[in-house]
């Protein structure tokens, strides 16, 4: 359970609350087995006085039973108030710390793994992890209190029998344990197929499109079927297991039951113990029967939780190649310079930029051209430090980048990549997206610029407009253009478009080129694109086809 300790921080902290737990745990318990012997006390009383009838004694007796059975359930509630709640808090730390770090990773980072896999993590992982905090470390301490505190009652009746029945509890353990390691290694198989389910469910939806248009859905079927089959198997047998599980626990317990008929029986008739305590005894035993026979799903529930908390902390020791030390505020003027700068992409090895130098001066505009694949993304992603230069400088303002203040710095660029991407939200949210408050006027002015607003006022809701995958299908150019408002709504000092005016017509990429020389004459602005006449625009131009690697423009 090495995994899971890295929890312990989170418990310390919450601490308070797990210590009113235990204290809850321990009256619980104790109010439970405390009224056990008054059901002997009553046993005994009417066997002597030798009729059913109105007995004082026992009255007093049942009125005991009656209120201590109240006081558990009053302190069963409490034990859940406190550590059910505790396990939730704690759930949610960990579920932000770790959408905090998906945030903090740079894109390469993200390339090594699936999204099915990432939501995986927030989702089954902590989830499993919960069970732990919660129910799997509630019943623990719950059972071990209670085996001391019925110990204890259990002795104060009669030691011997008491040997005797709980001799089998050793046996029981080791069985426990050496079921409950294969059960471990069977829940590591079946969550891995499980995530593979979600990696391909994921993935087909994703290109659902492409699927029905290639009339695959029967062959896409057919896969998810075997994904689908294999998890199957591998969840019934490690249902299998644990069915087994079960089996053992409740057969050790019927044994106990049998011990105490023998033993007991054969006690009474020495006259050594009464029928009341006898009685007490199976209730002892009956009690201590419904924790234990939840001691092999606690196992199966910690273990599946050492298993998430190791993919869960893999996860979170991954350090982020893109680190910011600087905290200062300031502007960015956007003076640019790239010297000397290579870049290879470390999951594949290729070398996307070959010591590429040029400068754009602030308020200048460059427009970069090159054949597909010739690096031209990868250097707006290293303007906009998605990712850093292997080799080489940026130099910004004069100022290296990975010297800037990250989170200052992208507050003066605008960046549209080239593929659109909208979230499930109205218009009027994805274009204001990008600032804190933005106001409906804003939104608009905006949205003329990028000359998208013609499109968005027929609509039926205007900038209300759901878009997404529950929403309106928006054309590719219609979609380029909100994202062209969402990154112009920044006022940024530095514009970077790649390939974003690709599917405007001349006309429109003209009119918003013409707008944003307007608006926001004094931003730098980098223009990756194909067409000779938005190049002509700019004041300067390179070719990466042409420099081959390496010229300055
Ligand atoms: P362009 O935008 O000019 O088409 P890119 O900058 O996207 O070119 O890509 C340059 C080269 O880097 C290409 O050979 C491409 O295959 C490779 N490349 C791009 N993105 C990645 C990535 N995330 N991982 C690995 N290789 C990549
Ligand atoms: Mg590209």
């Known amino acids: 359970m090495k995994a899971l300790k890295t929890l312990n921080p989170y418990f310390w902290k919450h601490k308070i609350l797990l210590f009113w737990g235990l ?53 069963t509630f409490m034990m859940r108030q406190t550590i059910i709640v ?3 808090r704690i759930e949610y730390e960990l579920k932000n710390k770790i959408y905090r770090h998906y945030q903090d990773l740079s894109l390469t980072d993200y390339k090594q793994t699936t999204i099915g896999d990432l939501m995986n993590r927030l989702s089954e992982d902590v989830v499993a992890v919960r069970m732990y905090l919660g129910p799997g470390v509630m019943y623990v301490v719950n059972l071990l209190v209670l085996l001391i505190i019925t110990s204890i009652y259990m002795i104060k009746t009669d030691v011997s029998m008491t040997l005797w029945t709980l001799l089998p509890l050793p046996v029981l353990s080791y069985l426990i344990f050496k079921v409950s390691s294969i059960i471990n290694k069977k829940s590591k198989i079946m969550q891995k ?20 248009f290639f009339a695959k859905e029967k062959y896409i079927e057919k896969n998810y079927g075997i994904k689908v089959s294999d998890y199957q198997n591998k969840a019934l047998d490690l249902a299998k297991t644990e069915a087994y599980f079960f089996t053992i626990i409740l057969f050790v317990i019927g044994l106990l039951n049998v011990a105490v008929i023998l033993i007991g029986g054969q006690k009474y008739l020495a006259g050594e113990l009464s029928v009341g305590k006898i009685a007490d005894f199976f209730m002892y035993i009956n009690i201590l029967i419904w924790p234990f026979s939840l001691v092999g799903w606690v196992t199966s529930v910690n273990q599946r939780a050492e298993a998430s908390m190791q993919r869960v902390n893999e996860f979170l020791d991954k350090k982020s190649e893109i680190v910011n030390t600087n905290f200062e505020e300031y502007p960015i003027i956007g003076n640019i310079e790239f010297r000397n700068v290579s870049y290879v992409y470390p999951n594949t090895g290729i070398k996307a930029l070959d ?7 602030a308020g200048e505009s460059l427009a970069i051209m090159g054949k597909t694949g010739s690096g031209k993304s990868t250097i707006a992603l290293l303007l906009c430090r998605l990712i850093d230069p292997t080799e080489g400088e940026i ?7 990975k010297e800037h203040n990250l989170n200052n710095y992208r507050k003066f660029i605008g960046y549209i990549p080239q593929e659109s991407y909208l979230f499930s939200d109205s218009i009027e949210n994805n274009i204001g997206f990008a600032i804190d408050n933005p106001s409906h006027e804003k939104v608009v002015e905006y949205a003329k610029i990028a000359d998208v607003d013609k499109n968005i006022v027929e609509f039926k809701d205007q900038y209300k407009t759901m878009v997404g995958e529950r929403g309106v299908m928006l054309s590719g150019g219609q979609k380029q253009r909100i994202c062209i408002a969402r990154a112009l709504i920044k006022e940024p000092n530095i514009i970077i478009f790649d ?26 602005s980098i223009i990756i694109t194909h067409r000779e006449s938005s190049a002509q625009r700019a004041d300067k131009i390179i070719n990466l086809t042409e420099i081959a690697n390496s010229v300055t423009a």
């Open 23 to 75: 204290l809850f745990i321990i009256a619980s318990n104790f109010f439970n087995i405390y009224k056990v012997q008054f059901v002997g006390k009553s046993v005994d009383e009417l066997t002597k006085s030798g009729h059913l009838g109105f007995n004082r004694q026992v009255l007093i007796y049942v009125a005991i039973i009656v209120g201590c059975s109240l006081l558990t359930g009053f302190f």
């Open 193 to 212: 197929s499980q995530s593979a389910i979600s990696t391909f469910v994921q993935d087909s939806f994703s290109g659902i499109r492409v699927v029905k």
């Open 355 to 361: 010591n590429l130098s040029f400068t754009v001066n």
């Open 395 to 401: 130099l910004i303002d004069g100022k290296n980048l």
């Open 86 to 88: 505790a396990s939730r």
């Open 499 to 524: 390939d974003s005016l690709s599917a405007l017509d001349t006309e429109t990429e003209q009119n918003i080129l013409e707008n944003i020389d307007r608006k926001i004459h004094n931003a730098t």
